[in-house]
């Protein structure tokens, strides 16, 4: 709604949660940026079908965990991922989504694993650039904005100067 209210000529937001979704169209009427905004439910990239974006968000609060249980579903993704599927779906699909100069960032929780994200992000030819941290004084807690840079390394060669 931000980047709407703020200017952007066209905003997706998508969310698993057919209520969230629902709650965006609703904020973008109230708004006064219905035509601007759209909305889609689905998982990850799948609401937006082959669409290209100049920037791609994803606020993450998803911890990650071995095994899925039930609460792992619908919601419960929101609070765990398991084996961290859902951040490797959000790195590895991200190109195909992206314009040629498209920006991919994540919000991402101090309650997550960054040494996995890190992992994951090498895996899919990523360097991450951390570019801000908040702290939400009600509850102690951070979130960190983080902005995922295509790495030169080709998937035959494992060697990247700038990678750690």
Not at 107 to 133: C, K, M, P, V, Y
Request: glycine share 8%.
């Amino acid at each position: 709604m931000t980047a709407a209210v703020n200017g952007c000529d066209r905003v997706t937001a998508t969310d698993l949660s057919p209520q969230a979704a629902a709650n965006t169209a609703l904020n973008a009427h109230r708004h006064g940026v219905r035509d601007i905004v759209s909305t889609g439910c689905g998982d990850m990239y799948e609401p937006v079908g082959t669409d290209r974006y100049d920037l791609i968000f994803w606020n993450s609060g998803a911890r990650y965990t071995e095994l899925a249980w039930p609460e792992t579903e619908g919601l419960g993704r929101t609070i765990a991922d398991p084996g961290y599927t859902a951040h490797a779906t959000y790195l590895a699909q991200a190109r195909q989504h992206l314009t040629h100069n498209g920006r991919l960032m994540l919000g991402f929780a101090d309650s997550g694993d960054r040494a996995r994200l890190n992992a994951i992000a090498r895996q899919h030819r990523w360097h991450i650039l951390h570019l801000e941290t908040m702290t939400f004084a009600d509850c102690q807690r951070t979130s960190s904005l983080l902005e995922f840079l295509p790495c030169p390394r080709t998937p035959d060669t494992d060697a990247c100067p700038a990678c750690p």
